[in-house]
């Protein structure tokens, strides 16, 4: 008897050591929404676009630069109509007339 009861509180403890750990609760959708950029400045200052590694072409001219195929960029020339949405994790090219890249900010 006392056998049984020392296998079966092996098992309970064995069964209880083997759960996993507890998942940590989601965020809420206001704890997401902070935690996000919410402006071409914030976005463009925590680089949510990867706008650093394309720093180095500010003063290029735009059509001496290639981009990656898969790259999220948005090139603006002067007199471009462009969207408003705001995208994060868009790096958008700004190029004056001249053809010569002037920034590179996320939004």
Do not use: H
Request: charged letters at 15%; aromatic letters at 4%; a negative charge.
């Amino acid at each position: 008897m006392i056998r049984s009861v020392l296998i079966a509180s092996a098992a309970l403890f064995a069964v209880a050591c083997s759960q996993p750990a507890p998942e940590p609760a989601p965020e809420t959708p206001a704890e997401v929404a902070e935690a996000m950029p919410q402006s071409k400045e914030e976005a463009t200052a925590q680089d949510t676009c990867g706008a650093s590694q394309y720093a180095s072409l500010i003063g290029s001219n735009f059509a001496a630069v290639t981009l990656p195929a898969e790259a999220n960029v948005r090139i603006i020339q002067p007199d471009s109509v462009v969207t408003q949405d705001f995208r994060a994790d868009r790096a958008n090219i700004v190029v004056d007339a001249n053809g010569i890249i002037t920034a590179v900010e996320c939004y």
